[in-house]
């Protein structure tokens, strides 16, 4: 084991200077000049040339990016550029904004998702099943804009069950306030790709000899369902969760704008909008290193799940 | 000789490999068909959309503002608050007014001019958004750039990926850890922050690359092509072992014809489905960008413009534009996934006893 | 009687056309009384085969005994287990009397085993249902079973994964959970197909062991003749989903009446002589070989033909990952030396694992991507296979061609016949026009013994035994001297086997061929080769001629191997 964990993590570093290079030229040769960014349009040519002296957009590239690994490594990133706030401090207070959101979204959708694919798939075939994929298929041509703008509109504004918009400082008021509608919404619409989903893990797992073997034991259709299949399907479920779960660290940036939730999330897409360079870098990277670690933890997980796996 | 079989012994067949087999599946299939024609109409919407046959004004405010569809009537005439005009005729300040000696030579040149007035209706087919622009040629344009990106964006996609699996799935080794490299690069980053990222640098870029289809497709391809490459790459590995490539290589076949003239086509039915299920993808992704603004120009509307606008507008109580993009979009997108659905049934190998 | 089976007639339901439920009958064609069902009884504490080649509905019979078919499958007749209608039993009867009454083993035991619970966990889990022990008393009964069925380590292997356990291993697991609850009847269904020679042996001498301690009866479902006459004390021979003959052991194989049955019988190579064709099922049907089985004499080979393949001292690596960083080497193929010579054929036999097709691989280059040194020479018209570069191999692989084992795998299905024939030709410029090529690609078709209307074929219109003629067809085209034939007639029904075994030899007297015949069949190998060669794990055991390897075995493993072999029935001494 402590060997697989060696070469994981010593398989980890190129990916990483792969991220750490893609996101340097990225930025580097496609997205204007910094100088003139932080210039805003007034400036004089003097001004930026002062401002470029600064960055160190003078050096020469390699220097340019062995000052980018250093600041990484040492998690000094300077401010944002519109906000001039440290770009670690708003890493460190718009994440629990984000996960107070996602996780209750991730958990609910699988939940969920697991026994009513099940039950779908125990009535394969019939009438129930074939309507009920028709329904989602429609439902998921629907944007997910229109069910947040609609959900919004219906169950804040006229109706009054939630409140439109808000966040409080008590993780608690949050939870029962304020994440209700999100996560209602969410998991509406994410429930019905994970169902057709998880209905395929399981008619895979329907269809196999061990089942067959089950069933000359006399044992009966429920507890073949519920024991063999559902143990055996878990192991794609884990996998699906498993690519899903670095997803909840950026968190859903349409929910979080909608619902004015100031998560990590909205950050990004005002950083966007305002080519504040340093917190998309950072936060790419970082969340780089999270799916990662994420990724490997899984990998660990998996061998609890899957009995024939060798981690090696 | 008792080596011989009698002629006309084996197994009856219709001939015509994995197409013509799949097409007659298909066309046993009534949903499957129904869908393939809503997709056909569209795309000759979409044909006679960007040749310019259908919705070429849409940019022409010829509504009035918020104009209501046909059906629901016009808008009753607001109370108007304005101040009461007072009667009589004007006070004459000629004396003191310096400009008093132009107006007559202003009102013969002016009688000149020609101007159009148009007639701003009071309703619409499908209404009129806040600058009486119709909402029914909006949507139909929209669909044009939507519906467009989605297909090139899939076919960037799938380009990139089949030929990056094919290459990682078949030769393994150095050349396969390379693109694996590649593909945990791109997948450490979750792919809407991938896409922001090109995104926000692509804002930056319009020198190189100016806003609009092109760029939006270019950031979808880029970032989209992962998951075709890990199904492609599997498919090759596991085509790459298989005796009939075993028995092309003993034959001497080259490396390049075993891995595009015998290989390929037993796995383009994947790359195919993965196609279609890509386009349904980008389109709803491509909605999303537009409506944050980093999609389209802001002189073209997309439905996810159109959903921008609608979300205001809602509160007002105008809600067909936001019926209208939804409508497209879904009847749109359940019919291309239908298709799809049908397609992979009719592709199935297992049912047709090829593997 | 045990069990009576009346007229059974199993169809299923394959979907609507045009309004019409399209139907296939697997099991009793026609209606109404003959040819009709099928009917056979099976008495307490007696073992009846039921016998048939691919699509003879012997599987579909026996699983709907239970009813574990799939949902579309409709049963007609009559199943009379122990005095109960089995057809109008409902679902929970049924699963009273699933694994306790009477229970299965089936083919594939890996896939049949659930792969994330341990041995123990299933092997309890019919004990607690059916016995209701405690969870502590199903253990210590688990643990029984599997000393009873020969497990080495059982309290060990009770917390174990199927994965972690050899193919006869967890075939004994299977057989564990089967009689767990003392089953009236055991239904195996081809429980051996899948193992090595000496793991069947094994196997079957235990099925037979528990089913004189327990006095049980079992239902025995195989292709293979010469097990079902070793273990069987009745015999039902199907084909096609009827019965065509049934009856006593040691009537039907030593008075069988039926054409068909005759026909199987004779077709198979033996071990005892070495014949110089092998009987076809039609011909034999049709009266073509009148009297006794033709065991004319073989031809001898001339002895002092040239070598054309001299091999000395083959070895072939692979890397297996070891350590963190490190790797380390796996011997496939172990200093194998042999000579082949013009018009002879050179068997190499083995068990799973032995090196058998690696080596045959190896000879023909096949096997570079996989990365793994390779050592020794092959001198192949005065030069070293091994190591000529790319562009030489290309010119030397018209002459030597290989002929896989799958025949579903090892043509490509997108390509018809014509393309699939007239590629090799293309590659090595053999014909000077198209029009040229395809009347050699239909003269070669002719040879093998297929219709012209076959070259706008794709493969998956053909039958196994069709397809590997086109893959023979294929190697053909290139006028080879030297053709590998990788467990070529492995896969095939015993019937089929004979005509492409027969067309092989043909060829080889016509053509002058000079064949390496791979395969783990010793009485095939009796059939086909001149020279034998015996391997395990990657060393060649034994070499020598045919008949002294059949007749007077040196080697300990070769005399192991051949005991094995399930030799049919034999009249009581």
Known sequence: ?312 | MSAVLAAGSGAPAASGGVWGAAWTRFRSDRVGLVSLAIVAAFLVLIVASASGLVARGWQQEVGVPNAPPHFVGPAPPTESNAIAQPTGPNVDISDVDPLAPRYKEWAERAAQLKTVETIKSETLPFGGDRLGRDVLAKAVKGAEISIMVGVLAALVATLIGTVLGALGGFFGGKVGDLLEWVYNVFTSIPGILLIFTFAAVLNRADAIIPRGVWSIVIILGLTGWTGIYRLVRAEFMKHAVREYVRAAEAIGASTFSRMFRHILPNVSHVALVQLSIHVVGFIKAEVILSYLGLGVAVDQVSWGTMLAEAQSELILGHWWQLAAATLFMAVFVTAFSLFTDALRDALDPKLRGLE | MLLTIRDLRVAFRLGKVAGITQRVQAVGRGEGAAPGGVSFDLPENSTLALVGESGSGKSVTAMSILNLLPDNAERQGAITFQGRDMLAANLHDLQRLRGKDIACVFQDPLTSLNPVFSIGEQICEPLIKHLALSRRAALERAEALLVEVGLPEPKRRLASYPHELSGGQQQRVMIAIAISCEPKLLIADEPTTALDVTIQRQILELLGALKQKHRMSMLFISHDLGVVGEIADHVVVMREGTVREQGPVAQIFGAPQDLYTKALLACRPTLEQRSARLMVIDDHIDGAYAGTQAATAAVIKDASAPVVIEATRLSKSFWLRSGVFGRREFKAVRDASFTLRRGHTLGIVGESGSGKTTLGLTLLRLHEASGGPQQGRAMFEGRDLLALNKHEMLAVRKRLQVVFQNPYASLNPRFTVAQTLLEPMLIHAIGSSTAEREARALSLLAKVGLPESALNKYPHEFSGGQRQRIAIARCLTLNPEVLVLDEAVSALDVSVQAQVLNLLKDLQDELGLSYIFISHDLAVVRFMADEVLVMKDGAVVEQASVAQILDAPREEYTRKLLGAIPRGYRAAA
């Open chain 1, 1 to 312: 084991m402590l060997a697989y964990l060696i070469r994981r993590l010593w398989q980890m570093i190129p990916t990483l200077i792969g991220v750490v290079l893609l996101v340097f030229f990225l930025f580097k040769y496609f997205g204007g000049d910094p100088a003139e960014i932080l210039g805003g349009l007034n400036a004089s040519p003097d001004q930026i040339q002062a401002i470029r002296d600064q960055l160190g957009l003078n050096l020469p590239v390699w220097e340019q990016l062995w000052i980018f690994f250093r600041q990484i490594v040492t998690f000094e990133w300077g401010k944002s550029w519109a906000t001039n706030e440290s770009v670690a401090n708003l890493f460190m207070t718009r994440l629990p904004a984000t996960l107070t959101v996602m996780v209750p979204i991730l958990l609910l959708d699988v939940l969920l998702a697991i026994p009513f694919a099940m039950a779908v798939a125990a009535v394969r075939g019939s009438l129930t099943d074939r309507s009920l994929m028709v329904v989602t298929t429609v439902a998921l041509s629907i944007s997910f804009l229109v069910y947040v703008i609609v959900g919004q509109y219906l169950f804040a504004f006229q109706f009054g069950w939630f409140p439109v918009q808000g966040w409080s400082d008590s993780t608690l008021t949050n939870l029962l306030v304020y994440t209700p509608l999100p996560v209602l919404l969410a998991v509406m619409v994410g429930l019905a790709p994970q169902m057709r989903l998880y209905r395929t893990f399981f008619l895979d797992e329907i269809g196999q000899d061990y089942v067959r073997t089950a069933r000359a034991k006399g044992l009966t259709e429920r507890t073949i369902l519920l024991k063999h299949v559902l143990r055996n399907a878990l192991i794609p479920i884990l996998t699906n969760v498993a690519v899903a779960l670095p997803g909840i660290f950026v968190g859903s940036f349409l929910i979080e704008t909608f619902f004015s939730i100031p998560g990590l999330g909205r950050e990004v897409l005002l950083a966007v909008n305002r080519s504040d360079y340093p917190v998309i870098q950072a936060v790419t990277i970082y969340i780089a290193v999270i799916t990662m670690c994420v990724n490997l933890v899984t990998d660990v997980l998996y061998k609890l799940a899957d009995p024939r796996v060798v981690l090696k």
